[in-house]
Protein backbone atom coordinates (compact mmCIF):
# COMPACT_ATOMS: atom_id res chain seq x y z
CA UNK A 1 0.00 0.00 0.00
CA UNK A 2 1.03 3.28 -1.04
CA UNK A 3 0.04 6.31 0.28
CA UNK A 4 1.99 9.89 -0.50
CA UNK A 5 5.55 8.74 1.77
CA UNK A 6 4.63 5.61 4.10
CA UNK A 7 5.52 2.70 1.73
CA UNK A 8 3.98 0.03 3.98
CA UNK A 9 4.64 -3.65 3.27
CA UNK A 10 3.20 -6.97 4.68
CA UNK A 11 4.83 -8.54 7.35
CA UNK A 12 2.35 -10.44 9.13
CA UNK A 13 -1.14 -11.69 7.01
CA UNK A 14 -4.49 -11.73 8.65
CA UNK A 15 -4.68 -15.56 8.41
CA UNK A 16 -1.28 -16.10 10.51
CA UNK A 17 -2.64 -13.55 13.31
CA UNK A 18 -5.89 -15.02 12.89
CA UNK A 19 -4.17 -18.41 13.82
CA UNK A 20 -1.90 -17.13 16.63
CA UNK A 21 -4.67 -15.28 18.41
CA UNK A 22 -6.53 -18.53 18.55
CA UNK A 23 -3.45 -20.22 20.02
CA UNK A 24 -3.28 -17.39 22.84
CA UNK A 25 -6.38 -17.35 23.92
CA UNK A 26 -6.29 -21.27 24.11
CA UNK A 27 -2.93 -21.36 26.35
CA UNK A 28 -4.64 -18.38 28.52
CA UNK A 29 -7.42 -20.42 28.87
CA UNK A 30 -5.32 -23.76 29.66
CA UNK A 31 -3.49 -21.23 32.28
CA UNK A 32 -6.45 -20.22 33.78
CA UNK A 33 -9.30 -22.72 33.06
CA UNK A 34 -12.08 -21.56 35.61
CA UNK A 35 -11.89 -17.58 35.00
CA UNK A 36 -13.67 -15.05 34.51
CA UNK A 37 -10.31 -12.91 33.45
CA UNK A 38 -10.25 -9.03 33.31
CA UNK A 39 -8.98 -8.07 29.95
CA UNK A 40 -7.51 -4.62 30.47
CA UNK A 41 -7.02 -3.10 26.83
CA UNK A 42 -4.55 -0.55 26.59
CA UNK A 43 -6.11 2.19 23.83
CA UNK A 44 -6.27 3.09 21.10
CA UNK A 45 -3.88 0.50 19.97
CA UNK A 46 -4.68 -2.82 21.72
CA UNK A 47 -8.64 -2.54 20.47
CA UNK A 48 -8.31 -4.48 17.10
CA UNK A 49 -6.42 -7.26 19.05
CA UNK A 50 -8.14 -7.39 22.38
CA UNK A 51 -11.45 -7.62 20.28
CA UNK A 52 -10.20 -10.59 18.57
CA UNK A 53 -8.59 -12.20 21.05
CA UNK A 54 -11.86 -12.23 23.55
CA UNK A 55 -13.67 -13.44 21.43
CA UNK A 56 -11.18 -16.53 21.59
CA UNK A 57 -12.04 -17.57 24.35
CA UNK A 58 -14.98 -19.54 24.20
CA UNK A 59 -15.25 -20.76 27.56
CA UNK A 60 -14.67 -18.95 30.39
CA UNK A 61 -16.56 -15.34 30.91
CA UNK A 62 -14.22 -11.96 30.30
CA UNK A 63 -15.16 -8.79 32.03
CA UNK A 64 -13.51 -5.87 30.06
CA UNK A 65 -11.39 -2.63 31.80
CA UNK A 66 -10.51 -0.30 29.35
CA UNK A 67 -7.31 1.94 29.62
CA UNK A 68 -5.33 4.87 27.64
CA UNK A 69 -1.85 5.14 27.34
CA UNK A 70 0.36 6.81 24.48
CA UNK A 71 4.04 7.06 24.63
CA UNK A 72 4.60 7.81 20.39
CA UNK A 73 4.24 10.70 18.12
CA UNK A 74 4.45 9.48 14.49
CA UNK A 75 7.68 6.21 15.09
CA UNK A 76 9.61 8.46 17.81
CA UNK A 77 8.88 6.81 21.62
CA UNK A 78 9.11 9.66 24.12
CA UNK A 79 7.12 10.52 27.47
CA UNK A 80 4.63 8.27 28.80
CA UNK A 81 0.99 9.48 28.99
CA UNK A 82 -1.50 8.07 31.19
CA UNK A 83 -5.41 8.29 31.47
CA UNK A 84 -6.47 7.11 34.74
CA UNK A 85 -10.20 7.56 35.11
CA UNK A 86 -11.00 4.27 32.81
CA UNK A 87 -9.52 2.42 35.64
CA UNK A 88 -11.86 0.76 37.68
CA UNK A 89 -10.77 -0.68 40.71
CA UNK A 90 -14.01 -3.15 40.95
CA UNK A 91 -12.86 -5.08 38.07
CA UNK A 92 -9.09 -5.41 39.15
CA UNK A 93 -9.46 -6.28 42.80
CA UNK A 94 -9.67 -9.76 43.95
CA UNK A 95 -9.51 -10.50 40.00
CA UNK A 96 -7.32 -12.39 37.24
CA UNK A 97 -6.41 -9.80 35.35
CA UNK A 98 -4.82 -9.56 32.17
CA UNK A 99 -3.00 -6.20 30.46
CA UNK A 100 -3.48 -6.58 26.72
CA UNK A 101 -1.25 -4.46 24.26
CA UNK A 102 -0.18 -4.12 20.59
CA UNK A 103 3.29 -3.91 21.09
CA UNK A 104 6.39 -3.89 23.64
CA UNK A 105 9.00 -1.59 22.05
CA UNK A 106 11.06 -0.09 25.61
CA UNK A 107 8.71 -2.06 28.42
CA UNK A 108 7.68 1.59 29.91
CA UNK A 109 4.17 0.79 29.08
CA UNK A 110 3.62 -2.45 30.72
CA UNK A 111 5.76 -1.26 33.79
CA UNK A 112 3.69 1.41 34.37
CA UNK A 113 0.78 -0.66 34.37
CA UNK A 114 1.77 -3.27 35.78
CA UNK A 115 2.69 -1.07 38.67
CA UNK A 116 -0.70 1.05 38.53
CA UNK A 117 -3.15 -2.24 38.68
CA UNK A 118 -0.80 -4.00 41.30
CA UNK A 119 -1.69 -1.31 43.77
CA UNK A 120 -5.38 -2.39 42.97
CA UNK A 121 -4.38 -6.18 44.33
CA UNK A 122 -5.50 -8.48 41.55
CA UNK A 123 -5.36 -12.31 42.46
CA UNK A 124 -3.03 -12.59 39.60
CA UNK A 125 -1.81 -10.35 37.12
CA UNK A 126 -0.55 -11.22 33.14
CA UNK A 127 0.53 -9.82 30.42
CA UNK A 128 -0.39 -10.48 26.86
CA UNK A 129 1.42 -8.66 23.89
CA UNK A 130 0.84 -9.51 20.09
CA UNK A 131 4.07 -8.25 19.11
CA UNK A 132 7.86 -8.06 21.11
CA UNK A 133 10.71 -6.18 19.41
CA UNK A 134 14.24 -7.25 19.06
CA UNK A 135 15.01 -5.73 22.49
CA UNK A 136 12.85 -8.26 23.81
CA UNK A 137 14.67 -11.47 22.74
CA UNK A 138 17.91 -9.54 23.43
CA UNK A 139 17.24 -9.61 27.10
CA UNK A 140 17.89 -5.53 27.63
CA UNK A 141 14.59 -5.23 28.95
CA UNK A 142 13.53 -5.26 32.83
CA UNK A 143 10.12 -6.75 31.97
CA UNK A 144 8.22 -9.75 31.20
CA UNK A 145 5.45 -10.80 29.09
CA UNK A 146 3.67 -14.01 29.69
CA UNK A 147 2.11 -13.96 26.47
CA UNK A 148 3.63 -13.22 23.41
CA UNK A 149 1.92 -13.75 19.54
CA UNK A 150 5.37 -12.53 17.45
CA UNK A 151 8.78 -11.59 17.97
CA UNK A 152 9.84 -9.10 15.12
CA UNK A 153 13.09 -7.19 14.22
CA UNK A 154 13.09 -3.48 15.48
CA UNK A 155 11.15 -1.99 12.57
CA UNK A 156 8.19 0.56 12.74
CA UNK A 157 4.69 -1.35 11.88
CA UNK A 158 1.57 -0.16 11.90
CA UNK A 159 -1.68 -2.03 10.60
CA UNK A 160 -4.72 -4.48 13.28
CA UNK A 161 -4.82 -1.61 15.38
CA UNK A 162 -1.03 -0.30 15.07
CA UNK A 163 -0.89 3.58 13.72
CA UNK A 164 1.60 6.22 12.27
CA UNK A 165 -0.11 9.82 13.57
CA UNK A 166 -3.67 8.10 14.51
CA UNK A 167 -3.83 6.04 10.66
CA UNK A 168 -3.35 2.79 8.98
CA UNK A 169 -4.88 0.70 12.32
CA UNK A 170 -7.67 -0.35 9.94
CA UNK A 171 -5.17 -2.54 8.28
CA UNK A 172 -6.35 -6.14 8.38
CA UNK A 173 -2.44 -7.16 8.11
CA UNK A 174 1.14 -5.89 9.99
CA UNK A 175 2.95 -4.10 7.69
CA UNK A 176 6.51 -2.74 8.20
CA UNK A 177 6.18 1.29 7.26
CA UNK A 178 9.68 2.61 5.33
P1 LIG B 1 6.74 0.79 24.97
O1 LIG B 1 6.07 1.49 26.12
O2 LIG B 1 8.00 1.48 24.53
O3 LIG B 1 6.95 -0.70 25.19
O4 LIG B 1 5.87 0.98 23.69
C1 LIG B 1 4.68 0.46 23.57
C2 LIG B 1 3.75 1.40 22.84
O5 LIG B 1 4.39 2.19 21.84
C3 LIG B 1 2.77 0.52 22.13
O6 LIG B 1 1.62 0.38 22.92
C4 LIG B 1 2.52 1.24 20.84
O7 LIG B 1 1.38 2.08 20.98
C5 LIG B 1 3.71 2.12 20.60
N1 LIG B 1 4.61 1.52 19.58
C6 LIG B 1 5.82 0.96 19.80
N2 LIG B 1 6.36 0.52 18.65
C7 LIG B 1 5.46 0.80 17.68
C8 LIG B 1 5.44 0.55 16.25
O8 LIG B 1 6.36 -0.02 15.63
N3 LIG B 1 4.33 0.97 15.60
C9 LIG B 1 3.29 1.61 16.21
N4 LIG B 1 3.26 1.82 17.54
C10 LIG B 1 4.35 1.44 18.27
MG1 LIG C 1 -0.18 1.53 22.40
Same mark, same amino acid.
Do not use: W
Given at each position: ???????? /????GPDDLARRVAQIAAQIQDDLPQGPITLVPILDGA???AADLARNFKDIPIELCFYKAKSYEGNQSGELTTYDPLL????????????????????KTLSVLQDKLSQ?????????VL???? /??RQGDL????????FEIPDVFVVGYGLDFNGLYRNLPFIGEMT
Amino acid at each position: MENQSHNI /HQIIGPDDLARRVAQIAAQIQDDLPQGPITLVPILDGAFIFAADLARNFKDIPIELCFYKAKSYEGNQSGELTTYDPLLDPAKITGRNVLIVDDILDTGKTLSVLQDKLSQHAPQSLKTCVLLAKD /HYRQGDLDIKADYIGFEIPDVFVVGYGLDFNGLYRNLPFIGEMT
